[in-house]
């Protein structure tokens, strides 16, 4: 097994996207393994701006499948909307990819960020007028499908830009605890916030949330290697038994020449390299399947409260926020680990989310499901993590966009199976088409347990 590959130090060049060229400078904030990514200063704004862009997520989360469900009653729809944002996802996810790597990635992150509010705020004021309709929910879903897959591979990608190799798995965790503070709180006070300001009001709230998140990464600049960066990898490649320091790279994120027969040849590039490495390969596959069997049941879950639970939007938002305080758990358990048995983490938390699942669509009781949604969070958080962390530390640094795009892929891959259980759903009833797909989530997991020590035994 080899070592995780390393961003080389950045350098200052004519037309380069590197804002840094001195150390970066550090606050004296208290230097506890949990919380020693926000040493930086960088990152410290990027994590602002994640959480403005997390808030209106969840926000979204949780108004958008409920305004489809009140306006149609009909889970293939909500799985259609799903849909209308994958297809888009799909075929620009390899182009989002070459995008990440070779262009300015805050650059690419900030424009990405602009249409997503320029579409929320235009749903905003069709509520207002009354003109919304359930054909503009899918134009909008399609139109941040296709934002997401050109900006997803290149805000993943920032972050060992920002933080590097040393404090990548921290920053993720913190990443992911970010997310899951938001998703604890807002997704409740979205609830609330349908009740009391409509949902009209929301999607204005949403989309000045995403254009906070634009103005937060001004600041940010990317991370100057040191020295115990280059440690740590010296100590990573003796914990994977090789016992070498990997090769250093072009930097992350440079720029190349040329233009659309480049890029079909930096597509190509990719696809090599991916199918090349054995290990890269394996966790794009084990995440795939894990996801696949994981995600659905959160664009149900506005179906499954109302007519299992007997529930409203403050239901809703009463077990998003329960899983939230699962994951914020699951995260800061991921972001004080030490760069050590990763592998089996990412397994166990997936088995953990799995069996949580078939117990969430066994219940019938708001309280009890509530407790089961503290186990899918904790389960869904370190998953989440250690799967981009796993994936982004083993890839090469000039591939890591590119990688990074047929991971968000996935993710509009599974809105595919979104609308099979949404159709499965009306057919046996949703209670039967989650517990499938969570019964199927505990069975890969295992697998992967018993049966793929490449990705099990990954420091």
């Given amino acids: 097994m080899r070592a995780p590959w390393t961003p080389a130090p ?55 499948p409920w305004l489809v469900f009140d306006i149609t009653g009909s889970y293939a729809r909500v799985g259609a909307i799903a849909l209308a944002s994958a297809i888009p996802g799909l075929i620009l996810g390899f182009p989002g990819g070459v995008v990440a790597d070779r262009a300015p990635k805050k650059i690419v992150v900030q424009v990405g960020q602009t249409v997503n509010a320029v579409g929320t705020l235009g749903i905003a004021v069709l509520l207002t007028l009354d003109l919304l309709v359930f054909e503009h929910l899918m134009l909008v879903s399609a139109l941040q499908g296709g934002v997401f897959a050109i ?60 254009l906070i998140a634009v103005a937060g990464l001004i600041p940010v600049t990317k991370h100057v290697p040191t020295a115990e960066d280059i440690e740590e990898e010296r100590v990573l490649a003796a914990a994977a038994g090789t016992g070498q320091t990997p090769p ?43 996801v696949l069997m994981s995600m659905p049941y959160m664009q149900m879950l506005a179906g499954f409260v109302k007519e ?22 699951g995260s800061l358990v991921v972001a004080s680990m030490p760069n050590r048995g990763r592998g089996k983490v990412f397994l166990v938390s997936a088995l ?40 982004m530390s083993y890839t090469k640094p000039e591939f890591q966009g590119r990688v990074m795009s047929v991971y968000m892929m996935e993710f509009s891959l599974v809105s595919f199976g979104t609308f099979a259980v949404g159709i499965l759903a009306e057919m046996v009833g949703i209670q039967w088409a989650i517990g499938s797909t969570a019964a199927a989530l505990v069975l890969v997991s295992v697998y992967g347990m018993l049966l793929m020590p490449r990705v099990r035994d990954l420091p």
């Fill in 10 to 64: 950045a350098a200052s060049t004519p037309g380069g996207d590197v804002e840094a060229v001195a150390p970066e400078r550090t606050s004296r904030l208290p230097s506890f393994r949990t919380f020693e990514a926000l040493n930086s200063r960088s990152f410290r704004w990027f994590f602002v701006a994640m959480l403005a862009q997390f808030s209106s997520m969840h926000m979204q989360m949780l108004v958008n």
């Fill in 248 to 290: 250093r790279s072009m930097p992350v994120g440079g720029h190349g020449g040329g233009g659309g027969a480049r890029g079909l040849s930096d597509i190509r590039d990719g696809i090599r390299y991916m199918r090349g490495d054995p290990v890269v390969l394996a966790l794009l596959w084990i995440n795939f399947f894990i």
């Fill in 151 to 210: 900006m997803g591979p290149a805000r993943q990608a920032m972050i060992p830009e920002i933080v590097g190799p040393r404090r990548l798995s921290n920053a993720i965790g913190l990443n992911m605890a970010g997310l899951n503070v938001t998703r604890m709180g807002v997704p409740a006070l979205g609830g609330f916030l349908i009740v009391i300001i409509g949902p009209a009001g929301v999607y204005y709230l949403m989309g000045i949330l995403i």
């Fill in 308 to 329: 299992v639970l007997h529930g409203g939007p403050e239901q809703i938002g009463f077990l998003i926020s329960a899983t939230g305080i699962g994951a914020l758990a």
């Fill in 352 to 391: 953990i989310l799995g069996i949580a699942l078939v117990g969430f669509v066994i219940s019938t009781s708001l309280w009890l499901t509530a407790v089961i949604m503290l186990a899918v969070g904790f389960g869904q958080a370190g998953r989440m993590s250690l799967g981009s962390i796993l994936i």
